[in-house]
């Protein structure tokens, strides 16, 4: 998310904390930060000996993974030791439009409004589209994604099922009339833009295309959702005024190993609001950042189910994680609350000692880093009729500044999360997921995003996009308005493993403004965001610059440009800008199909209101942006990009 609560304010509201636990006394942290602040400085790509021992050797090491992921095409690219990049680093640009380097092509596919069906509503570029229409065509501001093969081998890599996630709507495109007065019609066509589409694609004589297929569905805020976990559907704390329907700012994504979705809810509390000047916010709904503003879209002005005060316990419904079966598009989307409630960027699925390993990010400036280790072997599970998402441990980790860390089990009666101190059960501390990790210890993080993991070596890689500076070596810059990225090994490379030794792999930046920062014009980028790994281990890393801040000299990031997508080898810390974006747009969501020779990613939110290029209005809702159509009498709209290699190579190679 970049903006949109408030749309003459360009403030990112993850970047304001909720957080006042202060985990973490200063004066311990002040001690600590003398052993370790040198070592940052030193290098950006190392910092913790203790991680170089653990990997055995110099950076270069891969050592052989111990269990498998999934998922990953496992490409021909066979790129040896020679390193993994083989393109021509893009310079950053401003310009409206899309990048690549020589010998790469981008085509734009689905973007929002393209109707689910040939024979359905068609895409009106003046906004006039109704509620009805949206909920037949491709959501808006397209986050995580990915790509499920139809088809074996080289068939699985022509054909397919796309299937990603719509964070949110901007008020000043999605309307004929903008932000003006709040109608249920308005509320019903936000709600529709949101979720998920799930579209056939297919190859056909060199370029990609959307098909009418009986998969093609839409998943939005009013789809019926099913419970399961320990807050089942009977839970009395989600017991509210209208059926259980709808996932809400769908930022980022998981695949499972047995070949599901799963959509992430990140800043629903945005969503809610009030009137009644009796209401104030419990401790709990404050923690979750509800208010009763919201982020400002009214919708409770226009439907009851969105108003905190006359309906609370919706709100219990969001913020979970979400399945869904593409493959069934009579399916139940099913909240998995096992897996905690928080604002979830995304839910990067491993798997270790046949066990299933969900990594999730809560992205807000001051919160934390989740994981899950299913109970046992997941196939086994699911021959038994269980989901293995039902049943497993959910931890928070701690980093500690010696590079070690520690998963903190959010369990009911271990350690303060007991009936004593006031949780209940279970679903209790699910219900309450940041105050559970509050209670156990868990470090505050500079705003963590996506996670990604090796698949050369099982070591993981998290964004932390941008923030004020928590404290903790974790945290090496305050304030930190670039970003960076943390990676950890897991004690034994074993996913599941309760402690781990980490270290920084990356400041973002630009050394013109902070000599730390060691990239130059090939590779100077900030917020980074999305991250994924391909088959042959390159990090695909996606920014998410504001656009509070975005070209702006006073913020320090004149040099950088539009928001872009780069490509690193983490053997060696090599990285090279690969894409740039069009204006007012973060890049996100990235998956290649099976081969490596089509990768799919995602432009959110071009045109959106910036503080260096202006604001759209309903007039000219073109004055940031007009791409991808260019149409003089259009809109921008978020869309999915295909990047294909002239020469039909693996892309990146
Ligand atoms: Fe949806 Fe944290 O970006
Ligand atoms: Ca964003
Ligand atoms: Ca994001
Ligand atoms: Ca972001």
């Not at 940031?624 to 003089?632: A, G, L, R, T």
Request: net charge negative; with cysteine.
């Amino acid at each position: 998310m970049s903006i949109d609560h408030d749309s003459h304010v360009h403030t990112d509201p993850d970047d304001i904390s909720s957080n006042p636990s202060g985990n973490r006394p200063f004066h311990e942290v002040l001690a600590a930060r003398a052993g370790r602040r040198d070592i940052v400085r030193g290098g950006t790509v190392i910092a913790a000996a203790a991680f170089l021992g653990a990997a055995g050797g110099a950076l270069g090491t891969d050592t052989p993974a111990s269990a498998g992921g999934h998922g990953h095409g496992r490409g021909k690219g066979r790129p040896g030791r020679r390193g993994l990049l083989g393109f021509d680093p893009v310079p950053p640009s401003t310009d409206d439009a899309i990048t690549v380097p020589p010998g790469y092509t981008a085509d734009v596919l689905i973007p929002w409004g393209t109707p689910l069906r040939s024979r359905g509503p068609a895409w009106r570029k003046d906004a006039t589209n109704t509620a009805g229409d949206q909920a037949e065509q491709v959501g808006s501001h397209h986050d995580g994604m990915h790509f499920f093969p139809l088809g074996r081998g080289p068939l699985g890599s022509r054909r397919g099922l796309l299937v990603l996630n719509h964070e949110y709507v901007d008020r000043t495109l999605l309307y004929p009339d903008g932000d003006a007065e709040m109608t249920r019609e308005k509320v019903d066509k936000a709600l529709a833009g949101h979720g998920v589409s799930v579209v056939e694609v297919e190859l056909s004589r060199g370029r990609w295309r959307n098909v009418d297929s009986r998969f093609n569905r839409r998943v939005t805020g009013t789809t019926p959702v099913a419970f399961s976990g320990p807050v089942s559907g009977r839970h009395p704390a989600l017991r509210a005024n209208n059926p259980p329907m709808g996932t809400l700012n769908n930022c980022s994504h998981g695949a499972t190993p047995w070949g599901t979705y799963v959509t992430c809810e990140e800043n629903w509390n945005g969503y809610f609001g009030t009137e009644d000047p009796q209401w104030s916010p419990t401790p709990e709904q404050a923690r979750y950042g509800v208010n009763a503003a919201g982020f400002g879209y009214r919708w409770h002005l226009a439907d009851p189910r969105f108003d905190v005060a006359r309906n609370p316990n919706e709100l219990h419904r969001f913020g979970w994680m979400v399945e869904i079966d593409p493959m069934n598009p009579r399916s139940t989307p099913v909240k998995r609350t096992a897996l905690g409630r928080f604002k979830h960027e995304g839910a990067t699925f491993w798997e270790s000692r046949g066990r299933v390993v969900v990594y999730s990010g809560d992205d807000q400036d001051g919160e934390y880093l989740y994981k899950f280790v299913g109970d046992g072997p997941w196939r086994m599970q699911r021959a038994l009729g269980r989901s293995p998402l039902d049943h497993g441990t959910l931890y928070v980790a701690r980093f500690d500044d010696d590079g070690k860390g520690v998963w903190l089990p959010l369990e009911h009666g271990k350690g303060p999360l007991t009936r004593a101190n006031g949780w209940q059960d279970q679903a209790d501390v699910l219900l309450r997921t940041r105050e559970a990790a509050d209670a156990v210890g868990a470090t505050a993080l500079d705003r963590p995003e996506w996670v990604a993991v090796n698949p050369k070596n099982n070591d993981v890689y998290l964004t932390l996009t941008n923030g004020t500076g928590w404290p903790g070596e974790v945290n090496p810059r305050t304030p930190n308005p670039y970003g960076h990225i943390v990676r950890w090994r897991e004690r034994g490379c074993d996913n599941t493993a309760t402690s781990f030794e980490w270290d920084v792999f990356m400041l973002a930046g630009d050394p013109a403004y902070d000599p730390q920062v060691r990239l130059d014009e090939t590779n100077i980028f900030g917020s980074p965001d999305g991250i994924w790994f391909d088959g042959d281990g390159r990090l695909w890393i996606q920014t998410d610059v504001s656009n509070s801040t975005q070209n702006r000299p006073d913020r320090g990031h004149d040099n950088i440009g539009n928001n872009a997508m780069l490509a690193a080898d983490p053997r060696t810390g090599e990285i090279r800008r690969f894409l740039v974006g069009p204006r007012g747009a973060e890049i996100t969501g990235v998956v290649t199909t099976p081969d490596q020779r089509t990768m799919f990613i995602n432009v959110q939110h071009p045109g959106e209101s910036t503080t260096y290029w202006g604001s759209p209005t309903p007039e000219d809702p073109r004055a940031v942006s007009n791409w991808p159509d260019f149409d003089p009498a259009g809109r921008p709209r978020s869309a999915t990009v295909v990047i294909r290699k002239a020469d039909g190579g693996v892309i990146g190679s």
